[in-house]
């Protein structure tokens, strides 16, 4: 997800030069990332349960490979695509799916703590500086390139992993045997917390592509250089550091649902204040923003834990990304056209902020449909 998030900003003017499009067509390739993440989902979500999650993100690591690789030597867009395609596969396999799996079995308890662990943002800090400085020198092939030989090292690496405890893999057969089928697609969906949940992701999602596409070129237009404008999205992902362990334990300590209240309004404030800041200023809401919005794959992996017993997470997950595609998919060209309309960031600022007030209504609202059934569970015992 570093490699995947961290890279595209930085390479966006690269890109736009490399294939000859505007601004808003080069992000479709963010989308269409999130496009293959999203839509993958419910299909892969739905076998991980059943097929050995170190296989799975083995192959996942591949297809990264695989991605980078094509687009270091393509010269068509449309092929280019493809790749972003193959990129979303990896991050769906390697970064969400695999890893909440693999906690959902290690983990009984402080599952925030361990989720943000897990998902520390170390390459999203390291990522954006490192394709900044290079870019000069060695040109965006070669840099792509690196890319894709990383990701094929992780091949080996990934057989490695361990599925299970230790106690747990003495009994995972008879386990497996008597287990309860996870619930389907029907009884997921009929759940309003998962779709209020799901909603309220893609919508910080959504605003988070769009900051991870635009930041950079944001901070060109205010007069800061490519490795200065560049480092706004280091400052973020190292901010994220920070915040997953933050939020992990935030999570564990007041419940999902508030964390992601308490995220969603900050990153409103952020969004609204990026336009009346300069200088310094925007390092800080960058920061800020890192620390609310890298834990947002944490916190919603903590909120489907709540929801779903370890049989079910991956399904759920899966169709909870499966609905907060369009948002993921959408707000980052919107942003492009917006841009290219207007001529400005201001109103398509103006617009994430909102959003993110409606999201954090959502989840709020998430928090008073997960107290009815406990609540019935209560009462009926007693």
């Known amino acids: 997800m570093g490699f995947a998030l961290g890279s595209f900003g930085p390479l966006l003017a690269s890109t736009e030069q490399h294939f000859g499009v505007s601004r808003a067509v080069a992000a479709v390739g963010m989308s269409v990332l999130i496009l293959a993440l999203g839509g993958l989902s419910p299909l892969l979500g739905g076998q991980l349960h059943r097929l050995p999650v170190r296989i799975s993100m083995a192959v996942g690591a591949l297809l ?15 092929t280019a695509l493809v790749m972003f395609a193959l990129i979303g596969a990896s991050v769906c396999l390697n970064a969400v799916l695999g890893p909440l799996v693999m906690i959902s079995r290690w983990f009984e ?31 965006r092939g070669p840099l792509l390139g690196a890319l894709a030989t990383i990701c094929a090292a992780l091949v080996p690496l990934m057989l490695l992993l361990v599925e299970y405890p230790p106690a747990a893999s003495a009994r995972d057969g008879d386990d497996d045997a008597h287990a309860a089928a996870p619930e389907g697609f029907a009884a997921i969906m009929k759940r309003p917390a998962f779709w209020l949940l799901s909603i309220g992701v893609g919508i910080v999602a959504g605003g988070g592509t769009a900051f991870t596409v635009h930041i950079v070129p944001f901070g060109v237009d205010r ?11 280091s400052v973020y992902g190292g901010a994220g550091l920070f915040g997953s362990l933050l939020f992990g334990w935030i999570c564990d300590r007041i419940g999902a649902a508030s964390a992601l209240v308490l995220s969603a309004l900050c990153q409103a404030l952020v969004w609204w204040g990026f336009l009346h800041g300069s200088g310094p200023l925007l390092y800080g809401l960058a920061a800020l923003l890192g620390v609310c919005l890298v834990p947002l794959v944490t916190l919603q992996g903590a909120a489907i834990s709540e929801m779903f017993d370890a049989q079910g997470v991956s399904r759920a997950m899966g169709y909870s990304y499966m609905i907060t595609m369009p948002f993921m998919f959408g707000f980052a060209p919107a942003m492009g056209v917006m841009f290219d309309t207007l001529g400005g960031y201001d109103m398509p600022f103006l617009a994430i902020a909102g959003l993110l007030v409606l999201a954090a209504g959502l989840f709020y609202l998430m928090q008073h449909a997960l107290r009815k059934p406990a609540s019935a569970r209560a009462s009926a015992t007693s």
């Open 64 to 78: 990264g490979a695989l991605g980078y690789w094509g687009l270091a030597i393509t010269h068509s867009f449309s």
């Open 223 to 233: 007069q800061m250089s490519l490795p200065a404008a560049a480092a706004l999205l």
């Open 109 to 139: 308890t402080n599952r925030g703590k361990a989720l943000g662990v897990v998902n520390l943002p170390v390459l999203l800090f390291l990522t954006p500086y490192i394709i900044a400085d290079l870019l000069p020198r060695f040109g």
